[in-house]
């Protein structure tokens, strides 16, 4: 293994019903987080048929906040804040549960009838202490919101965060970094060291890491302290993630994420009393896991 990887880490597949997988990166015995990143969840891709589509029923979070990011297909976002959103390719649906907050996630009425592919990733990151109980919150960046550098035949959108010198607008509570990386045939980028955690995921397509095969749906975790060559033989999708570390272990249970098991059993049980929240327009919705 390269010196640049501390540790390659393998997905595992679940299923999410009707034939919709997602390979589930974090957390995972050999890294629980990456900076405050503690969930990471590859979407599809999935060819939906015409008629169907995805409908997550609503549900509630904790102690996160959500980002979803989409390479191919669209999502409508609803929650018991009233928000209404879809999602397309390369806008950013930050979402920030604190104290609490239930969304769903459909496929919107008019890819539902055409048919579509979905492709895309969601990504939860820990709220730092001090922020765990904030008050929810929900925020929208269409794609022409976000920095774009194009150069060596990489174009990298900053999703989250600040990296190379730009600051994309989502609200934050932690120093963090996101990008999205599309590579033509030879394409490279050199990842500074700005962070001390930093991780690599190939989407489509094999990469080196300092020269060091990382193959497709694979994710690396970075060794600190140094800048990190990243090439695609191929051309495709990468992105790179990663922020300070996080102050403190973290309780992850279904969906919710807290620094104490007993804030955890408080939110199950509002959950069982439907005290989190309720999607306006929405009655059903997704029980607690026994």
Do not use: C
């Not at 299923?15 to 503690?38: E, S």
């Not at 700005?194 to 397509?205: K, L, S």
């Amino acid at each position: 293994m390269s010196h640049s990887i501390s540790h390659l880490i393998d997905g595992r597949l679940h299923d999410l019903g009707d034939g919709f997988f997602v390979r589930r990166m974090l957390p995972h015995l050999a890294a629980r987080h990456i900076g405050p990143f503690v969930f990471f969840d590859h979407m599809g891709p999935v060819t939906m048929a015409p008629g169907t589509g995805m409908d997550v029923r609503p549900h509630p979070h904790i102690g996160l906040a959500t980002v979803t990011y989409l390479f191919d297909g669209a999502i409508r976002h609803r929650d018991s804040l009233g928000n209404v959103q879809d999602i397309r390719p390369g806008d950013v649906n930050w979402m920030t549960a604190g104290r609490g907050i239930v969304h769903s996630e459909r496929t919107p009425d008019a890819e539902r009838a055409s048919g579509q592919k979905l492709h895309g990733i969601q990504i939860w990151v820990a709220l730092p202490k001090t922020a765990e109980e904030v008050a929810p919150e929900f925020h929208h960046h269409p794609v022409a919101s976000l920095p774009l550098i194009e150069r060596d035949g990489a174009r990298l959108r900053l999703v989250v965060g600040d990296a190379l010198g730009l600051h994309a607008p989502v609200r934050i509570f932690a120093p963090m970094f996101y990008l999205a990386a599309e590579f033509e045939r030879g394409g490279k980028f050199v990842l500074p060291a700005e962070y001390a955690e930093r991780a690599v995921y190939a989407v489509d397509a094999d990469l080196l890491v300092d020269g060091e095969p990382l193959a497709t749906q694979r994710m690396a975790a970075l060794a600190a302290g140094a800048e990190v060559e990243i090439v695609s033989p191929n051309g495709g999708h990468a992105v790179f993630f990663g922020g300070a570390p996080l102050d403190g272990e973290r309780h992850l249970y279904w969906n919710f994420v807290a620094s104490s098991r007993e804030r955890i059993e408080q939110a199950k049980q509002d959950w069982v009393a439907q005290r989190l929240g309720h999607v306006p327009g929405e009655t059903e919705f997704i029980p607690l896991p026994t």
